[in-house]
Protein backbone atom coordinates (compact mmCIF):
# COMPACT_ATOMS: atom_id res chain seq x y z
CA UNK A 1 0.00 0.00 0.00
CA UNK A 2 1.59 3.26 -0.96
CA UNK A 3 1.54 6.26 1.81
CA UNK A 4 -0.47 8.59 0.09
CA UNK A 5 -3.81 5.43 0.32
CA UNK A 6 -2.73 4.51 4.08
CA UNK A 7 -2.90 8.52 4.84
CA UNK A 8 -6.37 8.58 3.11
CA UNK A 9 -7.52 5.34 4.97
CA UNK A 10 -6.40 7.07 8.40
CA UNK A 11 -8.06 10.58 7.81
CA UNK A 12 -11.56 9.02 6.74
CA UNK A 13 -11.42 6.87 9.59
CA UNK A 14 -10.35 10.36 11.69
CA UNK A 15 -13.52 11.87 10.12
CA UNK A 16 -16.02 8.78 10.13
CA UNK A 17 -14.87 6.80 13.65
CA UNK A 18 -17.94 4.21 12.51
CA UNK A 19 -16.50 3.30 9.58
CA UNK A 20 -13.65 1.77 11.75
CA UNK A 21 -15.72 -0.11 14.24
CA UNK A 22 -17.54 -2.09 11.05
CA UNK A 23 -13.90 -2.84 9.47
CA UNK A 24 -13.35 -4.45 12.83
CA UNK A 25 -16.44 -6.48 13.19
CA UNK A 26 -15.98 -7.29 8.93
CA UNK A 27 -12.65 -8.69 9.73
CA UNK A 28 -13.59 -10.32 13.07
CA UNK A 29 -16.33 -12.08 11.32
CA UNK A 30 -14.17 -13.04 8.38
CA UNK A 31 -12.00 -14.17 11.04
CA UNK A 32 -14.33 -17.03 12.70
CA UNK A 33 -15.13 -18.02 9.60
CA UNK A 34 -11.62 -18.75 7.96
CA UNK A 35 -11.05 -20.42 11.66
CA UNK A 36 -14.60 -22.54 11.33
CA UNK A 37 -13.70 -23.43 7.68
CA UNK A 38 -9.96 -25.05 8.57
CA UNK A 39 -11.76 -27.09 11.55
CA UNK A 40 -14.56 -28.17 9.51
CA UNK A 41 -11.99 -28.89 6.76
CA UNK A 42 -9.85 -31.15 9.23
CA UNK A 43 -12.74 -32.59 10.54
CA UNK A 44 -14.01 -34.04 7.47
CA UNK A 45 -10.70 -35.13 6.15
CA UNK A 46 -10.51 -37.23 9.73
CA UNK A 47 -14.14 -38.13 9.22
CA UNK A 48 -13.85 -39.68 5.69
CA UNK A 49 -10.31 -41.11 6.00
CA UNK A 50 -9.78 -42.37 9.88
CA UNK A 51 -13.69 -42.80 10.82
CA UNK A 52 -15.06 -46.77 11.47
CA UNK A 53 -18.10 -47.85 13.07
CA UNK A 54 -19.23 -50.61 15.48
CA UNK A 55 -21.95 -52.71 14.86
CA UNK A 56 -25.07 -52.82 17.95
CA UNK A 57 -27.64 -55.59 17.28
CA UNK A 58 -27.10 -56.05 13.38
CA UNK A 59 -26.36 -52.33 12.37
CA UNK A 60 -23.66 -49.97 12.29
CA UNK A 61 -24.61 -48.88 15.53
CA UNK A 62 -22.01 -46.86 17.00
CA UNK A 63 -18.94 -44.62 15.13
CA UNK A 64 -15.78 -44.05 16.13
CA UNK A 65 -13.62 -41.43 15.27
CA UNK A 66 -12.41 -38.24 16.72
CA UNK A 67 -13.39 -35.74 13.95
CA UNK A 68 -15.28 -34.25 17.07
CA UNK A 69 -12.36 -32.99 18.48
CA UNK A 70 -12.34 -30.40 15.40
CA UNK A 71 -15.95 -29.70 14.62
CA UNK A 72 -16.65 -28.89 18.26
CA UNK A 73 -13.86 -26.21 18.13
CA UNK A 74 -16.16 -23.41 16.87
CA UNK A 75 -18.22 -23.84 19.37
CA UNK A 76 -16.14 -23.74 21.94
CA UNK A 77 -14.14 -20.93 20.15
CA UNK A 78 -17.43 -18.24 18.47
CA UNK A 79 -20.26 -19.65 20.71
CA UNK A 80 -23.76 -21.58 19.37
CA UNK A 81 -24.39 -20.24 16.04
CA UNK A 82 -20.75 -20.69 14.75
CA UNK A 83 -21.69 -24.58 16.49
CA UNK A 84 -24.53 -25.21 14.95
CA UNK A 85 -23.32 -24.78 11.56
CA UNK A 86 -19.98 -26.18 11.66
CA UNK A 87 -21.70 -29.38 13.66
CA UNK A 88 -24.53 -29.53 10.40
CA UNK A 89 -21.81 -28.60 7.34
CA UNK A 90 -19.73 -31.51 8.53
CA UNK A 91 -22.67 -34.24 8.71
CA UNK A 92 -24.19 -32.95 5.31
CA UNK A 93 -20.96 -33.10 3.68
CA UNK A 94 -19.56 -36.05 5.83
CA UNK A 95 -22.36 -37.92 4.79
CA UNK A 96 -21.84 -37.31 0.56
CA UNK A 97 -18.31 -37.89 1.24
CA UNK A 98 -18.21 -41.52 3.08
CA UNK A 99 -22.02 -42.43 2.91
CA UNK A 100 -23.26 -44.63 5.32
CA UNK A 101 -26.92 -46.15 4.84
CA UNK A 102 -29.73 -43.45 4.41
CA UNK A 103 -29.26 -39.79 4.97
CA UNK A 104 -31.50 -38.57 7.41
CA UNK A 105 -32.26 -34.74 7.43
CA UNK A 106 -33.64 -34.87 11.07
CA UNK A 107 -30.40 -36.30 11.71
CA UNK A 108 -28.57 -33.03 10.71
CA UNK A 109 -31.09 -31.18 13.07
CA UNK A 110 -30.25 -33.26 16.20
CA UNK A 111 -25.90 -32.97 15.16
CA UNK A 112 -26.22 -28.95 14.27
CA UNK A 113 -28.41 -28.28 17.76
CA UNK A 114 -25.91 -30.47 19.52
CA UNK A 115 -23.46 -27.73 18.09
CA UNK A 116 -25.65 -24.86 19.63
CA UNK A 117 -26.24 -26.62 23.11
CA UNK A 118 -22.10 -26.83 23.26
CA UNK A 119 -21.35 -23.42 22.45
CA UNK A 120 -24.37 -22.34 24.74
CA UNK A 121 -23.56 -24.27 27.28
CA UNK A 122 -19.92 -23.56 27.00
CA UNK A 123 -20.41 -19.82 27.30
CA UNK A 124 -22.34 -20.39 30.54
CA UNK A 125 -19.77 -22.01 32.70
CA UNK A 126 -16.57 -20.83 31.34
CA UNK A 127 -17.18 -17.86 33.36
CA UNK A 128 -17.61 -20.73 36.96
CA UNK A 129 -15.20 -21.37 39.36
CA UNK A 130 -13.72 -24.59 38.61
CA UNK A 131 -13.82 -25.46 42.61
CA UNK A 132 -17.58 -24.26 42.68
CA UNK A 133 -18.44 -26.86 40.01
CA UNK A 134 -16.34 -29.82 41.05
CA UNK A 135 -18.12 -29.24 44.68
CA UNK A 136 -21.69 -29.33 42.59
CA UNK A 137 -21.25 -32.24 40.25
CA UNK A 138 -19.47 -34.31 43.95
CA UNK A 139 -22.97 -33.64 45.53
CA UNK A 140 -25.32 -34.02 42.46
CA UNK A 141 -23.43 -37.54 41.97
CA UNK A 142 -23.63 -38.13 46.01
CA UNK A 143 -27.37 -37.97 45.78
CA UNK A 144 -27.93 -39.69 43.04
CA UNK A 145 -25.86 -42.70 44.54
CA UNK A 146 -27.81 -42.78 47.97
CA UNK A 147 -30.98 -42.08 45.60
CA UNK A 148 -30.12 -45.51 43.43
CA UNK A 149 -29.17 -47.38 46.34
CA UNK A 150 -32.21 -46.77 48.31
CA UNK A 151 -34.46 -47.11 45.31
CA UNK A 152 -32.99 -51.20 44.75
CA UNK A 153 -33.15 -51.72 47.99
CA UNK A 154 -37.00 -50.96 48.35
CA UNK A 155 -37.99 -52.18 44.82
CA UNK A 156 -35.90 -55.58 46.26
CA UNK A 157 -37.85 -55.68 49.48
CA UNK A 158 -41.23 -55.09 47.91
CA UNK A 159 -40.35 -57.98 45.47
CA UNK A 160 -40.74 -55.18 42.29
CA UNK A 161 -38.76 -56.81 39.59
CA UNK A 162 -39.65 -57.62 35.63
CA UNK A 163 -41.46 -60.89 36.90
CA UNK A 164 -43.76 -58.42 39.62
CA UNK A 165 -46.75 -58.53 37.09
CA UNK A 166 -46.73 -62.25 36.67
CA UNK A 167 -46.53 -63.16 40.47
CA UNK A 168 -49.21 -60.25 41.13
CA UNK A 169 -51.84 -62.02 38.90
CA UNK A 170 -51.36 -64.97 40.75
CA UNK A 171 -50.71 -63.85 44.66
CA UNK A 172 -53.38 -60.76 44.38
CA UNK A 173 -50.16 -58.73 45.79
CA UNK A 174 -51.74 -55.64 47.12
CA UNK A 175 -49.28 -52.69 46.29
CA UNK A 176 -50.43 -50.13 48.86
CA UNK A 177 -48.03 -50.93 51.79
CA UNK A 178 -45.33 -50.84 49.35
CA UNK A 179 -42.28 -48.22 49.47
CA UNK A 180 -43.36 -44.62 47.68
CA UNK A 181 -40.82 -45.90 44.52
CA UNK A 182 -42.62 -49.08 44.18
CA UNK A 183 -46.21 -47.79 44.51
CA UNK A 184 -45.23 -44.95 42.04
CA UNK A 185 -43.62 -47.58 39.20
CA UNK A 186 -46.74 -49.88 39.77
CA UNK A 187 -48.97 -46.80 39.03
CA UNK A 188 -46.94 -45.93 36.03
CA UNK A 189 -46.84 -49.41 34.71
CA UNK A 190 -49.72 -50.86 35.55
CA UNK A 191 -51.97 -50.13 32.40
CA UNK A 192 -49.35 -49.86 29.80
CA UNK A 193 -49.50 -52.09 27.02
CA UNK A 194 -46.68 -54.52 28.21
CA UNK A 195 -46.40 -54.09 31.77
CA UNK A 196 -43.87 -55.88 32.39
CA UNK A 197 -41.53 -54.34 29.43
CA UNK A 198 -42.44 -51.15 31.17
CA UNK A 199 -41.42 -51.66 34.83
CA UNK A 200 -38.16 -53.50 33.98
CA UNK A 201 -37.43 -49.90 31.99
CA UNK A 202 -38.24 -47.97 35.04
CA UNK A 203 -36.74 -50.44 36.89
CA UNK A 204 -33.32 -50.18 35.32
CA UNK A 205 -33.64 -45.94 35.07
CA UNK A 206 -34.65 -45.35 39.16
CA UNK A 207 -31.54 -47.66 40.17
CA UNK A 208 -28.51 -48.79 37.95
CA UNK A 209 -29.42 -45.41 35.88
CA UNK A 210 -29.21 -43.18 38.78
CA UNK A 211 -26.20 -45.20 40.29
CA UNK A 212 -24.69 -45.14 36.75
CA UNK A 213 -24.91 -41.21 36.44
CA UNK A 214 -23.46 -40.95 39.96
CA UNK A 215 -19.83 -43.50 39.08
CA UNK A 216 -19.77 -41.17 35.95
CA UNK A 217 -19.67 -37.99 38.01
CA UNK A 218 -17.03 -39.53 40.16
CA UNK A 219 -15.30 -40.42 37.48
CA UNK A 220 -15.22 -37.49 35.83
CA UNK A 221 -13.94 -35.89 39.16
CA UNK A 222 -10.99 -38.25 39.30
CA UNK A 223 -10.34 -37.93 35.62
CA UNK A 224 -10.05 -34.00 35.87
CA UNK A 225 -7.67 -34.47 39.07
CA UNK A 226 -5.41 -36.37 36.71
CA UNK A 227 -5.74 -34.58 33.73
CA UNK A 228 -5.21 -31.52 35.14
CA UNK A 229 -2.14 -32.65 37.11
CA UNK A 230 -0.46 -33.65 33.48
CA UNK A 231 -1.71 -30.91 31.25
CA UNK A 232 -1.61 -28.45 34.42
CA UNK A 233 -0.66 -25.06 31.84
CA UNK A 234 -3.72 -25.89 29.09
CA UNK A 235 -6.32 -27.30 31.36
CA UNK A 236 -5.92 -23.76 33.72
CA UNK A 237 -6.78 -21.88 30.75
CA UNK A 238 -9.51 -24.46 28.99
CA UNK A 239 -11.20 -25.03 32.94
CA UNK A 240 -11.22 -28.57 31.92
CA UNK A 241 -14.12 -29.39 34.46
CA UNK A 242 -16.50 -27.03 32.59
CA UNK A 243 -15.31 -28.14 29.26
CA UNK A 244 -16.06 -31.58 30.42
CA UNK A 245 -19.62 -31.06 31.48
CA UNK A 246 -20.25 -29.24 28.25
CA UNK A 247 -18.96 -31.89 25.95
CA UNK A 248 -20.44 -34.95 27.70
CA UNK A 249 -23.94 -32.77 28.54
CA UNK A 250 -24.70 -32.18 24.59
CA UNK A 251 -23.44 -35.61 23.97
CA UNK A 252 -25.97 -37.00 26.08
CA UNK A 253 -28.48 -35.09 24.37
CA UNK A 254 -27.14 -35.92 20.76
CA UNK A 255 -27.26 -39.45 21.25
CA UNK A 256 -30.32 -39.96 23.00
CA UNK A 257 -31.89 -38.29 19.95
CA UNK A 258 -30.18 -39.98 17.51
CA UNK A 259 -30.97 -43.22 19.20
CA UNK A 260 -34.27 -42.33 18.88
CA UNK A 261 -34.62 -41.44 15.33
CA UNK A 262 -32.55 -44.37 14.66
CA UNK A 263 -34.68 -46.53 15.81
CA UNK A 264 -37.88 -45.34 14.86
CA UNK A 265 -36.55 -44.78 11.01
CA UNK A 266 -33.85 -47.41 9.32
CA UNK A 267 -33.04 -49.83 12.71
CA UNK A 268 -36.22 -50.70 12.84
CA UNK A 269 -34.79 -53.87 14.55
CA UNK A 270 -33.64 -52.16 17.63
CA UNK A 271 -37.84 -52.02 18.51
CA UNK A 272 -37.53 -55.69 19.48
CA UNK A 273 -35.38 -54.48 22.46
CA UNK A 274 -35.87 -52.22 25.46
CA UNK A 275 -34.91 -48.74 24.81
CA UNK A 276 -32.39 -48.71 27.20
CA UNK A 277 -30.93 -51.30 26.00
CA UNK A 278 -30.02 -49.87 22.80
CA UNK A 279 -29.41 -46.80 24.31
CA UNK A 280 -26.91 -47.48 27.40
CA UNK A 281 -24.43 -48.47 25.10
CA UNK A 282 -23.91 -46.12 22.59
CA UNK A 283 -24.66 -43.48 25.47
CA UNK A 284 -21.34 -44.98 27.10
CA UNK A 285 -19.46 -44.76 24.05
CA UNK A 286 -20.63 -40.66 23.47
CA UNK A 287 -19.13 -40.48 26.95
CA UNK A 288 -15.69 -41.70 26.82
CA UNK A 289 -15.16 -40.21 23.56
CA UNK A 290 -16.65 -37.10 24.67
CA UNK A 291 -14.24 -37.06 27.61
CA UNK A 292 -11.26 -37.42 25.07
CA UNK A 293 -12.63 -34.98 23.19
CA UNK A 294 -12.63 -32.59 25.86
CA UNK A 295 -8.79 -33.13 26.72
CA UNK A 296 -7.66 -32.52 23.36
CA UNK A 297 -9.81 -29.53 22.68
CA UNK A 298 -7.99 -28.56 26.31
CA UNK A 299 -4.75 -28.55 24.49
CA UNK A 300 -5.82 -26.94 21.06
CA UNK A 301 -7.65 -24.17 23.44
CA UNK A 302 -4.60 -23.24 25.23
CA UNK A 303 -2.56 -23.43 22.09
CA UNK A 304 -5.46 -21.00 20.30
CA UNK A 305 -5.12 -18.94 23.18
CA UNK A 306 -1.30 -18.37 23.17
CA UNK A 307 -1.46 -17.64 19.66
CA UNK A 308 -2.26 -13.65 18.91
CA UNK A 309 -2.09 -13.86 15.65
CA UNK A 310 -4.78 -16.42 14.94
CA UNK A 311 -7.19 -15.29 17.88
CA UNK A 312 -10.25 -13.43 17.30
CA UNK A 313 -12.16 -11.61 20.13
CA UNK A 314 -14.67 -14.04 22.51
CA UNK A 315 -18.19 -13.54 22.53
Not at 107 to 119: C, L, N, S, W, Y
Not at 218 to 244: H, Y
Amino acid sequence: MSRSAAYAILSEAIKNPESVVVLRKTSLYIRRVTVSAVFLSIALVIKTAFSFYIPLFGQNGMRIDVSGIFSAMPSILFGPVYGAMVSGLADIIGFFLKPAGAYLPLMTVIIAAGGFIRGALWFELRGGSGKYTRASVAAVSIILLIFGACNFIFLNADGVNARFYDNAAAQNIDSSNMHMISRMLIDRTANAKDPSASLSQYIMLMTSGLAGIAVFGIVLLFADILISKRFRKDTDRGKIIQLLLTMMISGLIVTTLDTLLLRETIYTSWKVFPFAVVWLPRVITALLSNTVHAYFIALLLGIYERTPGIRGSEA
